[in-house]
């Protein structure tokens, strides 16, 4: 058995942040294609009005991995702090291994 007592924050904070940025590329990557999609249409149908779509639409793929990274690498943080804190209290979680 293995007990894992603390966790390194920063080192969560980083493959958090990672995942998330991963997670908010495919995410941004679908609403760019339905945003551009959208604005396409409405460009056909209203002119140039429909535009401003291009721009969320390719915005979308830049930011998206931004936030979502940034928001993964705080609340990694987070967790690992509150996780050395409770384990420090509770004594970790066991891991069984052959």
């Given at each position: 058995?293995?007990?894992?007592?603390k966790v390194g924050v920063f080192s969560l904070g980083k493959m958090m942040g990672l995942l998330y940025a991963l997670l908010g590329l495919i995410l941004g990557a679908m609403f760019s294609c339905f945003?551009?999609?959208?604005?396409?249409?409405?460009?056909?149908?209203?002119?140039?009005?429909?535009?401003?779509?291009?721009?969320?639409?390719?915005?979308?793929?830049?930011?998206?991995?931004?936030?979502?990274?940034?928001?993964?690498?705080?609340?990694?943080?987070?967790?690992?702090?509150?996780?050395?804190?409770?384990?420090?209290?509770?004594?970790?979680?066991?891991?069984?291994?052959?």
């Open positions: 058995m293995i007990q894992i007592k945003s551009l999609l959208g604005s396409a249409a409405m460009i056909s149908e209203a002119g140039g009005e429909g535009a401003i779509g291009l721009i969320f639409g390719l915005g979308g793929i830049i930011f998206f991995p931004l936030i979502y990274g940034l928001m993964g690498f705080i609340g990694g943080l987070l967790v690992g702090v509150l996780y050395n804190i409770i384990a420090g209290m509770a004594g970790g979680i066991e891991i069984y291994t052959e």
